[in-house]
């Protein structure tokens, strides 16, 4: 699973960003938009700090937002919880802008999941 995972980063001050190993699966580019994350590697010059999931939310920069992803129609109808992190600055309208965004989850066939 760790193959899945690429850089984003999260900007701490000018100059210098946290760079997270994330599921692109998860963090497409709708949901970059919405979380202020971003898969943009910095310019030359920019402090890159590598940091885990846990070290980032002890920073006060980032949040975890919970989400329900759905799949499929009634009566058959899956629901999962989804942890998605988000820039503080993001995290009032990103639960508003995630809404209708899908997402994979899994692997296979069948992996596409709409945000609710």
């Known amino acids: 699973m760790s193959d899945k995972k690429k850089p984003f980063f999260v900007t701490i001050i000018t100059g210098a960003v946290m760079r997270l190993q994330l599921d692109d699966d998860i963090y497409t580019t709708e949901v ?5 994350l971003t898969a943009t590697e ?11 999931i ?3 939310l002890a920073s ?3 949040g975890i937002i919970n989400v329900v992803a759905v799949k499929g129609v009634e009566p058959n109808i899956q629901r999962r ?3 998605i992190l988000v820039e503080l600055a993001n995290s009032d309208t990103a639960r ?3 809404k209708n965004k899908v ?3 899994g692997n296979g066939a069948g992996v596409n999941w709409t945000i609710e």
Request: proline share 6%; glycine share 12%; net charge positive.
């Open 103 to 105: 997402i994979k989850l």
């Open 42 to 52: 910095p310019a030359i010059g920019v402090i890159q700090l590598p940091t885990s």
């Open 81 to 83: 919880r989804v942890g």
């Open 54 to 56: 846990r070290y980032a």
């Open 60 to 62: 006060g920069l980032v």
């Open 96 to 98: 508003a802008a995630l």
């Open 32 to 36: 970059q938009t919405a979380t202020g």
